[in-house]
T-cell receptor, first 111, second 116 residues
Framework: TQLLEQSPQFLSIQEGENLTVYCNSS?????LQWYRQEPGEGPVLLVT???GGEVKKLKRLTFQFGDARKDSSLHITAAQTGDTGLYLC???????????WGAGTKLIIKP | EAGVAQSPRYKIIEKRQSVAFWCNPI?????LYWYQQILGQGPKLLIQ????????DSQLPKDRFSAERLKGVDSTLKIQPAKLEDSAVYLC??????????????FGAGSRLTVL
């Protein structure tokens, strides 16, 4: 069974602080996607990483795919209240038509 | 481009009653997904359609859940009879292709079901 474990499950920090959340698996994925979900809305895709070791930046958000394509991290610099939400990772495999979802990290940024 | 439309946004029913949810995907998207998201958890795939055919329904509780996508465009998900544990948000998503490698899923806002 393929599993994606996200940590921490919950994180509450002050505006301006930095943070990192993780997405780990024992399985190898061909791609890893990160979504953000705000209350009352569906998840919205932030980024897709496909190459081991790949780093992508989206303004203050930095995403990294592990060299072995089993794990990924999301680093936020100088967090803002607008970053509040549920961050979900999802792993995809070329041999499979399904995305494997993590349980998410609930992030709260306090003003 | 218009997003994925879902209705109703909220529904409260008593156990053993029935409920139906509707989804209209992004125009031109061949693949449509129904997910169940219980509070505090990630989405769980219930069923995936490619055009009007079922690609994966392995996690759909077929004794009470049914879904159809007639004409390969919009879709309905039905629960009959509902149980307390069906309380969740039902998310519809669509994508251009069915291959997962770098698939981009666009989600609707979801339908929140409360079963009393």
């Amino acid at each position: 069974t393929q599993l994606l474990e996200q940590s921490p499950q919950f994180l509450s920090i002050q505006e301006g602080e930095n943070l990192t959340v993780y997405c780990n698996s024992s399985s190898v994925f061909s791609s890893l996607q990160w979504y953000r979900q705000e209350p009352g809305e569906g998840p919205v895709l932030l980024v897709t990483v496909v190459t081991g070791g790949e780093v992508k930046k989206l303004k203050r958000l930095t995403f990294q795919f592990g060299d072995a394509r089993k794990d990924s991290s999301l680093h936020i610099t100088a967090a803002q209240t607008g970053d509040t939400g549920l961050y979900l990772c999802a792993g995809g495999m070329d041999s499979n038509y399904q995305l494997i979802w993590g349980a998410g990290t609930k992030l709260i940024i306090k003003p | 481009e218009a997003g994925v439309a879902q209705s109703p946004r909220y529904k409260i029913i008593e156990k053993r009653q029935s409920v139906a949810f509707w989804c209209n995907p992004i125009s031109g998207h061949a693949t449509l997904y129904w997910y169940q998201q219980i509070l505090g958890q990630g989405p769980k795939l219930l069923i995936q359609f490619q055009n009007n055919g079922v690609v994966d329904d392995s996690q759909l509780p077929k004794d009470r859940f049914s879904a159809e996508r007639l004409k390969g465009v919009d879709s309905t998900l039905k629960i009959q009879p509902a149980k307390l544990e069906d309380s969740a948000v039902y998310l519809c998503a669509s994508s251009f292709t069915k291959f997962s490698g770098a698939n981009v899923l666009t989600f609707g806002a979801g339908s929140r079901l409360t079963v009393l």
